[in-house]
């Protein structure tokens, strides 16, 4: 696997199930982000790990959990969602968040749809 | 605060035809990147291009130039002679250097969605 892989592609969900969203880079970086696109929004930022630390929560819904077990794997657990929630779901990683100007390389997404 | 515009919400263009997507960024930082990215229908994001701020040469790679203007704000994309394959939503970001550490984090546009006849 080269680049940023994310799983799975897709995802449908009832209100009540629990799922988790899977990323893992194979670019030896740092510094790893998840967003959330959806139709109405721009891109919007919610998470981000440097060196495996949660450095950001942009006010994200606590039905969203985040989890990086090393600087290769973030995981996105959900819970309790609402159908506002469906979106498509990127990650992206980077070399190292201190450095400021590093481009981010994005996965394929996740496309949720909460029914 | 720190904000990019992308006016152009959508773009239609016939294959063969020269395109420029236009995009304004606000910010307080006096070292800062810009960024463009290319969003194919299979959604990923695809990183074509970073600038900084100290560097306002324009840069040309094949098809593609950017027009780096500091006075304006600005930060143009162009595709010359562009193609079927250049269809795609494109996104413009700012990253701010030393703001209150939020350094490294994207801002995004809301994109342009570009369509190429042929």
């Known amino acids: 696997e080269t680049g940023v892989t994310q799983t799975p592609r897709h995802l449908v969900m009832g209100m009540t199930n629990k799922k988790s969203l899977k990323c893992e880079q194979h670019?030896?970086?740092?510094?790893m982000y998840w967003y959330k696109q959806s139709a109405k929004k721009p891109l919007e930022l919610m998470f981000v790990?440097?060196?495996?630390?949660?450095?950001e929560n942009n006010s994200v819904p606590s039905r969203f959990s985040p989890e990086c077990p090393n600087s290769s794997h973030l995981f996105l657990h959900l819970h309790t969602l609402q159908p506002e929630d469906s979106a498509l779901y990127l990650c992206?990683?980077?070399?190292?968040?201190?450095?400021?100007?590093?481009?981010?390389?994005f996965g394929p997404g996740t496309r949720l749809t909460v029914l | 605060a720190q904000k990019v515009t992308q006016a152009q919400t959508e773009i239609s263009v016939v294959e063969k035809e020269d395109v420029t997507l236009d995009c304004v960024y606000e910010t307080r930082d006096t070292t800062y990147y810009l960024f463009w990215y290319k969003q194919p229908p299979s959604g990923e994001l695809v990183f074509l291009i970073r600038?900084?701020?100290?560097?306002?040469q324009n840069e040309i790679s094949g098809r593609y130039s950017w027009n780096f203007q500091k006075s304006t704000s600005s930060f143009n994309f162009t595709i010359t002679a562009s193609q079927v394959v250049d269809s795609a939503v494109y996104f413009c970001a700012l990253s701010e250097w030393d703001y209150g550490g939020s350094q490294g984090n994207l801002i995004f546009g809301k994109g342009t969605k570009l369509s190429v006849k042929p």
């Open positions: 600038r900084n701020s100290f560097d306002e």
């Open positions: 992206a990683s980077s070399q190292d968040k201190t450095s400021g100007g590093d481009e981010q390389f």
């Open positions: 670019l030896g970086h740092n510094a």
């Open positions: 790990y440097n060196f495996k630390e949660q450095t």
